[in-house]
Every structure is written in C-alpha cells, then in structure tokens.
T-cell receptor, first 112, second 111 residues
Framework: NAGVTQTPKFRILKIGQSMTLQCTQD?????MYWYRQDPGMGLKLIYY???????DKGEVPNGYNVSRSTTEDFPLRLELAAPSQTSVYFC???????????FGPGTRLTVL | AQRVTQPEKLLSVFKGAPVELKCNYS??????LFWYVQYSRQRLQLLLR??SRESIKGFTADLNKGETSFHLKKPFAQEEDSAMYYC?????????????FGQGTTLQVKP
C-alpha cells in the first residue's frame, strides 16, 4: 500500500494564480482531511470529508475549495492564491473520525 | 472553545535523561487525546492515544482531567527519539469529529 500520496511536493505560485493539490489514498478510508501548517504552528484543519460526495469546512476554509467524487481522491483547490496561503499542506485519511489518521508527505506551497 | 497548548517549542535533553513533553487542553466535553510524532524526513504518525493506555517506544501519557493535561513521558531518552511531537484533541460527534493540534514541541536528544 502506498498509503496517502500527495502531489506536487513543492510549488511556487504567483498571487492570483490557481492550483489544485492532489491527494489519493489506497486504504479505502471513508474519512479524509486537509490541513495546513504555518511555521511554528500546529496543523489547522481546512476541510474534511466523511465519504464520497460529502465535505465540510474545518477551522480555516476561506480561500479553498474541495470535492470528493471518489473514496480515493480528495483534491484541494486554491482559486486566487494569496501570500497568506504560503504553508505546508497535509492530507490525511482515517477509517473513522476517532481513529488514527494517516498522513501524506505534505506539499510545500509558496505564494509570491 | 477547544484548545491544545504545548508550552515548549524546544526541549533539549541528554541521552538517558527523563523526558516530559507538556500538553494542556481546553475542552468542555469528554476529551480524546493523541500524541503524534514526526521524525526527520518522515510523515506525521500516531505515537499513542490515551484510551489505549499503552506504552509505545517507551513513551506513556496519562490523561489528568483535573489539571486538563496529557503530558508525554519517557524515563530514559534515546537519540532516536529526536523528533517533532504534537499533542492533539479530537472534538465533535462520532461522525464528524475533528482533530485540533498543539503547536508542537521539538525534542532534541543529545549524545
């Protein structure tokens, strides 16, 4: 099993550009999550999904969108990149909300 | 509002010394707490959770509801314990529970 995979690993965007961060898991987990981690801070939940077709906002959803058309994939969309979105983004999945979350390797995004 | 606080950004100890990484939480419900760890160039992974009441890699953590703490302890630190440690609290219902993380503590074990 590859577990949770994320692409790209690194990306530099210009202000106002858009991009999609990809996340895929092969563990058949229903629950998937997107976090961002700013320097010196803990991870903050952006969006999460409890199954295909169902998504909901986390702590810091502004400026992001998600979709969940399949169990495996949970892409995160940035529509109009801003410097405040410079961060490391982690995707995670779990079998249930109160169970262990499995994390991807992260995507380091810089917006200039 | 729920909150997790790790007061130390960096904890530096010598090999063989005891380690205690502090974690305090604020939550009005019944807390479910975790410790996650990220070793250098590895993914964030679960170290232990309080309901398991188990010792992983020599680490233990006891939930103290009176002091709202969930400190992580190890009696004798090893160099391979050097990593970033995050305390996390899950809140919400069983269907929509969400994790909130502390800021993290870097543990540095010196030879």
């Amino acid at each position: 099993n590859a577990g949770v995979t994320q692409t790209p690993k690194f990306r530099i965007l210009k202000i106002g550009q858009s991009m999609t961060l990809q996340c895929t898991q092969d563990m058949n987990h229903n629950y998937m999550y997107w976090y961002r981690q700013d320097p010196g801070m803990g991870l903050k939940l952006i969006y999460y999904s409890v199954g295909a077709g169902i998504t909901d906002k986390g702590e810091v959803p502004n400026g992001y969108n998600v979709s969940r058309s399949t169990t495996e994939d949970f892409p995160l969309r940035l529509e109009l990149a801003a410097p405040s979105q410079t961060s490391v983004y982690f995707c995670a999945s779990s079998t249930r909300t109160y169970n262990e979350q499995f994390f991807g390797p992260g995507t380091r995004l810089t917006v200039l | 509002a729920q909150r997790v606080t790790q007061p130390e950004k960096l904890l530096s100890v010598f090999k063989g010394a005891p380690v205690e990484l502090k974690c305090n939480y604020s939550y009005s419900g019944s807390p479910e707490l975790f410790w996650y760890v990220q070793y250098s160039r590895q993914r964030l992974q679960l170290l232990l959770r309080h309901i398991s009441r188990e010792s992983i890699k020599g680490f233990t953590a006891d939930l103290n509801k009176g002091e709202t703490s969930f400190h992580l302890k190890k009696p004798f630190a090893q160099e391979e314990d050097s990593a970033m440690y995050y305390c996390a609290l899950i809140y919400g219902s069983s269907n929509t529970g969400k994790l909130i993380f502390g800021q993290g503590t870097t543990l540095q074990v010196k030879p």
